[in-house]
Structures are given as C-alpha cells and as structure tokens.
T-cell receptor
Framework: GAGVSQSPSNKVTEKGKDVELRCDPISGHTALYWYRQSLGQGLEFLIYFQGNSAPDKSGLPSDRFSAERTGGSVSTLTIQRTQQEDSAVYLC??????????????FGPGTRLTVL | DAKTTQPNSMESNEEEPVHLPCNHSTISGTDYIHWYRQLPSQGPEYVIHGLTSNVNNRMASLAIAEDRKSSTLILHRATLRDAAVYYCILKTQGGSEKLVFGKGTKLTVNP
C-alpha cells in the first residue's frame, strides 16, 4: 500500500517568509509525528498527534512553529518568519498502535527546507 | 528514556556478516530495544525490536545480552544496499510514544 508522503520534497525560501510543509500519513494510522534532521542536531522530535487527543508539542523549538492535523489524517507543519537555523530535513512519520511499546513508525521521505 | 551508546562508524565487506553493537547499561525492565536504519536521502525505516529473547526477521537478527545491558544487530550478509545509519532506540512500556534518536552507527559496505 501507499506509504507516508510529504510535499514538497524541496523548499527554498527567504529568511522571514512563512512556509507550510504537508504530510499524508498511511491510511488508518491514528498517530502522526513530525521530526527534523539538521546537520548539527541529528534527528529530533517536534510534535505528535494521536487521534482526538491534544497534541504533544513538547519538541517544537519556538512559537514560530505550529502544526495541525485535519480530520485525523493530513497534517501541515507551519514555520513562520523562517530563520536560517530552520534549514533542515523535516520528516513525518505515522503509526497504527502508538500506545503499544512494540509499535512501528513509518517515515516519509522528508521535505528539505533551505532558508536563504 | 534510557540512553544508548553506539560506535560512530563501522565498515564491512559485501556478503560478510555485520555485527552492530549497542550499549544500554541503564535499561529498565520495561524497555524494548528498537532498531531503525536510515538509508542515504531517505527517512528512517524500522528494522527489528525485542525485549529479552533474540529475534529474527527477514532483514536482520537481534541478539540481546542476558543482562540486557547491551544488544547486537546482526546483518547476516551485508549488501551495498545495507549502507546506512543504524539507530538503537529504547522505548518504555507506558512511556513516550516518540522516538529518541542518538547519533547512530554509520555503516559503510565495501564491494
């Protein structure tokens, strides 16, 4: 079946502009995660959605970052007033049984964001 | 979450077995050991997981020490496609659902 898809695959923007990154999870997966991977920081958690529960936003680095998940499916990560340090690969993952310790996360290919 | 320690890099030759170690000396009884790998320019992918017993699947085997303070991911016959960064991650029963990635081990496979 279809895996996790993300768009765009690449995004180049100017400092100060807003960007939106999209994630389509695997159909039926109740959990959706955003991570980012930058050269200096490795892979770090940003935010987690599970069903109708309040999202876990504990990994968002600043209030310029926000995310929403509409209808329990597609998610959009928004970065306002982008800074050069926001340049990274933004990865989305989804899973079917997030509350089970043996749960597997399935990752998308990522969106490479470059802030000039 | 308990921490893991992995070598920064390892090298192997094609068609030879590869043993990727992971130390997790502070592991608790409810921590599961998960392995993911990240091929170049791709998102991470699940490899295998286990609790106490050794595990096998089509991708790899996971050998867990009796005291659970270390584990080894075994690729029985490395191929060029196995060149990736391998992450050893602990997940706690009832704990956070997020994955906490360390720096992993970069595996180079020589033809």
């Amino acid at each position: 079946g279809a895996g996790v898809s993300q768009s765009p695959s690449n995004k180049v923007t100017e400092k100060g502009k807003d960007v939106e990154l999209r994630c389509d999870p695997i159909s039926g997966h109740t959990a959706l995660y955003w991570y980012r991977q930058s050269l200096g920081q490795g892979l770090e958690f940003l935010i987690y959605f599970q069903g109708n529960s309040a999202p876990d936003k504990s990994g968002l680095p600043s209030d310029r970052f926000s995310a929403e998940r509409t209808g329990g499916s597609v998610s959009t990560l928004t970065i306002q007033r982008t800074q050069q340090e926001d340049s990274a690969v933004y990865l989305c993952a989804s899973s079917a049984f997030p509350l089970q310790v043996a749960d597997t996360q399935y990752f998308g290919p990522g969106t490479r964001l470059t802030v000039l | 979450d308990a921490k893991t320690t992995q070598p920064n890099s390892m090298e192997s030759n094609e068609e030879e077995p590869v043993h990727l170690p992971c130390n997790h000396s502070t592991i608790s009884g409810t921590d599961y050991i998960h392995w993911y790998r990240q091929l170049p320019s791709q998102g991470p992918e699940y490899v295998i997981h286990g609790l106490t017993s050794n595990v096998n699947n089509r991708m790899a085997s996971l050998a867990i020490a009796e005291d659970r303070k270390s584990s080894t991911l075994i690729l029985h016959r490395a191929t060029l496609r196995d060149a990736a960064v391998y992450y050893c991650i602990l997940k706690t029963q009832g704990g956070s659902e997020k994955l906490v990635f360390g720096k992993g081990t970069k595996l180079t496979v020589n033809p």
